[in-house]
């Protein structure tokens, strides 16, 4: 098992290209997270999903767009990057299941904007 | 609304018990998670305790809940250069999301 997997793990921008990061799980997990983290101000919720399907807005979601159309994959895009966006990205899935409910994360994506 | 709050460092030496605090404020959280992220890494799961429970001992991590106060420690004993890292308390929320607190840098001194 993978777990989640992110894709790039690295990457630098001009300001004002587009790009869409990549998130993929095969823990078959209903939930699907993506989070910014940036010195200071720990975690923050970008955008998330509950299924297939299905998207919501999370705590800081302007300037970014997702889509979830395979349970699997959760899709991140910036349209028009910013050098605000200069941060490093967490995607996370969850389980309905089980116990725990706990997140297992991904090892990031350090996106730099220039 | 929803707040983790929780120091953003501590610095103990070699072998010695870390402890790390933590408040939450939703009373109606139903586990309370200890994340633990190495530098370059993403977040793995450390610990967690369910609300109904006031302690968790685990090798060498002790977990302890106090409901009445909102709070939440975690333990190290015998703390090691491989315990640097940031932890991470959070708390499941009723709805789909659980809540991260800033996280707290462990440094440890020869």
């Known amino acids: 098992n993978a777990g989640v997997t992110q894709t790039p793990k690295f990457r630098v921008l001009k300001t004002g290209q587009s790009m869409t990061l990549l998130c993929a799980q095969d823990?078959?997990?209903?939930?699907m997270y993506w989070y910014r983290q940036d010195p200071g101000m720990g975690l923050r919720l970008i955008h998330y999903s509950v299924g297939e399907g299905t998207t919501a807005k999370g705590e800081v979601p302007d300037g970014y767009n997702v889509s979830r159309l395979k349970k699997q994959n959760f899709l991140l895009g910036l349209e028009s990057a910013a050098p605000s966006q200069t941060s490093v990205y967490f995607c996370?899935?969850?389980?309905?299941?089980?116990?725990?409910?706990?997140?297992?994360f991904g090892s990031g994506t350090r996106l730099t904007v220039v | 609304g929803e707040d983790v709050e929780q120091s953003l460092f501590l610095s103990v030496r070699e072998g010695d018990s870390s402890v790390i605090n933590c408040t939450y404020t939703?009373?109606?959280?139903?586990?309370l998670y200890w994340y633990k992220q190495e530098p370059g890494a993403g977040l793995q799961l450390l610990t967690y305790i369910f609300s109904n429970m006031d302690m968790k001992q685990d090798q060498r991590l002790t977990v302890l809940l106090n409901k009445k106060d909102k709070h939440l420690s975690l333990r190290i004993a015998d703390t090691q250069t491989g315990d640097s890292a940031i932890y991470f308390c959070?708390?499941?929320?009723?709805?789909?999301?659980?809540?991260f607190g800033k996280g707290t840098r462990l440094h440890i001194l020869p």
């Open positions: 823990m078959n997990h209903e939930y």
């Open positions: 959070a708390e499941s929320m009723m709805n789909d999301k659980i809540i």
């Open positions: 996370a899935s969850r389980s309905t299941s089980g116990t725990i409910h706990g997140y297992t």
């Open positions: 939703d009373s109606s959280s139903t586990y």
